[in-house]
């Protein structure tokens, strides 16, 4: 069964500092993973989405590594600022094939970028 | 966003009572998810569905039944709900399964069950 723990569960940080969110997942037959950003009473808006193949992806300041050997993810944000401020959730998809299973998700980080 | 909207947003009913949570989609996806938010859990697959009348059962689904008639609805109903029921719950969908494809979520539907 596929695991995702995502580390810290939270951080917080001064305005304009760069840093970088870990994902550790079990199994590392993925098919893809994908970062998601849930603001407080609100769902998921998906970041970026890395396929097995693809070693990072970037959109904007972020940018979102996949290393299946090791089986981590990590993200990473650039010059952050308070419009930053969520929660960050990693996502695992692994296709049984058998059907269309769904995206294991870790617990998120929750992040605050103090202005 | 891929249209996904979900009814009712907020909920509070009674133990022992059923309850249903739709979900409408407008991109003619063709597999929807449905799942629930907790502390210390993180989101977690209930039921998913791989096409009108398909579905199948995910990681919690004890307590839960889905039905899918259209393509564009998922609907979610605890028979009698009770107070473990009480959850954020989101609908998801996406096009397919290829890996370049991602799932897109609704804005949820928060449940209190008394």
């Known amino acids: 069964k596929q695991e995702v723990t995502q580390i810290p569960a939270a951080l917080s940080v001064p305005e304009g500092e760069n840093l970088v969110l870990n994902c550790s997942f079990t199994d590392s037959a993925i098919y893809n993973l994908q970062w998601f950003r849930q603001d407080p009473g609100k769902g998921l808006t998906s970041l970026l989405l890395?396929?097995?193949?693809?070693r990072e992806q970037t959109s904007g300041r972020l940018n979102a590594s996949l290393d299946k050997s090791s089986g981590r993810s990590t993200l990473y944000i650039a010059a952050s600022q308070p419009g930053d401020s969520a929660t960050y959730l990693c996502?695992?998809?692994?296709?049984?094939?058998?059907?269309?299973?769904?995206?294991?998700f870790g617990k998120g980080t929750h992040l605050i970028i103090q202005p | 966003d891929a249209g996904i909207t979900q009814s009712p947003r907020h909920k509070v009913t009674e133990t022992g009572t059923p309850v249903t949570l739709r979900c409408h989609q407008t991109?003619?996806?063709?597999?929807m998810y449905w799942y629930r938010q907790d502390p210390g859990h993180g989101l977690r697959l209930i039921h998913y569905?791989?096409?009108?009348?398909?579905?199948d059962k995910g990681e919690v689904s004890d307590g839960y039944s889905v039905s899918r008639s259209k393509t564009e609805d998922f609907l979610l109903t605890l028979e009698s709900a009770t107070s473990s029921q009480t959850s954020v719950y989101f609908c998801a969908s996406r096009d397919s399964l290829t890996s370049t494809d991602t799932q897109y979520f609704g804005p949820g539907t928060r449940l209190t069950v008394l």
């Open positions: 996502a695992a998809y692994v296709h049984s094939g058998g059907g269309a299973d769904g995206l294991t």
């Open positions: 569905s791989y096409g009108v009348k398909d579905t």
């Open positions: 991109e003619n996806h063709r597999y």
């Open positions: 890395i396929q097995s193949s693809q």
